[in-house]
């Protein structure tokens, strides 16, 4: 299993930060990991990941619907 950051995610996925928060929010976009320890020690700058097989089956979900739309 491998995790993604905000930047590594930013470079796969053509949206920016705020619009991937804004899927997220809709439950539209894979939830971030926080590890256990950043929250309680920087609330303001807690680290968040993603993990890649998630990130990678949205992509694959994406095609998929793009693929099932009848012209």
Known sequence: MKFLSK???VEV????ATHIQRLIDKDLFPRPVK???Y???EPRNS???WVEEEVQQWMKQQVADRDS???
Do not use: D, H, R
């Not at 996925?13 to 920016?16: C, E, R």
């Open 69 to 71: 739309v009848t012209p």
């Open 47 to 49: 680290k968040c990941f």
């Open 7 to 9: 930047k590594q995610l």
């Open 39 to 41: 929250a309680e020690q």
């Open 13 to 16: 996925i053509p949206y920016s």
């Open 35 to 37: 590890p256990s320890g």
